[in-house]
């Protein structure tokens, strides 16, 4: 189950990329915000970021995290980056955060000696519980998101 979920997470990621990258290079407000230097960097960095470790990493780029310019990237509406973004993450949460909390619980409640392996796998759990809840807060953005980028 657990190598299932890897190999979905991987294969999620480079999908993410592809499409992601498709309609970030047609949007003029991208294009505009990345003639700045820094912003262009930052975007690369999550770009690549996002194929390595999860396309979720990616949305640090729109987040406004401390109102940052360079994690500001304004998009012409809404509908360029929310959809996919979300169906992305439902689809990550059904293939490879579920797998592996199952994965992890079933090895919590079979495994009888409390060595490393059983700690490693409560720690998943708690971890991939808490970043499966987190995503699924995160799916809800208002509709004039981007009206102040």
């Not at 992601?20 to 915000?33: G, L, P, T, V």
Request: aromatic letters at 14%; hydrophobic letters at 50%; charged letters at 15%.
């Amino acid at each position: 189950m657990i190598i299932l979920a890897i190999i979905s997470h991987i294969v999620l990621n480079i999908v993410f990329y592809i499409l992601n990258n498709k309609r970030s290079s047609e949007d003029q407000f991208i294009k505009k915000w990345c003639t700045n230097n820094i912003n262009y960097v930052v975007w690369n960095i999550f770009k690549y970021s996002a194929l390595v470790l999860a396309h979720k990493w990616y949305r640090l780029c729109y987040s406004r995290l401390f109102n940052l310019l360079p994690l500001s990237t304004p998009y012409r509406t809404h509908s360029n980056v929310f959809p996919l973004a979300t169906v992305f993450t439902i689809i990550t949460l059904l293939a490879c955060e579920i797998p592996a909390i199952v994965a992890a619980f079933s090895l919590v409640y079979l495994k009888l000696l409390k060595d490393q392996m059983f700690y490693s796998c409560v720690e998943c759990l708690i971890v991939t519980v808490i970043a499966a809840l987190v995503s699924l807060i995160d799916i809800h953005k208002a509709d004039d998101y981007f009206e102040e980028s």
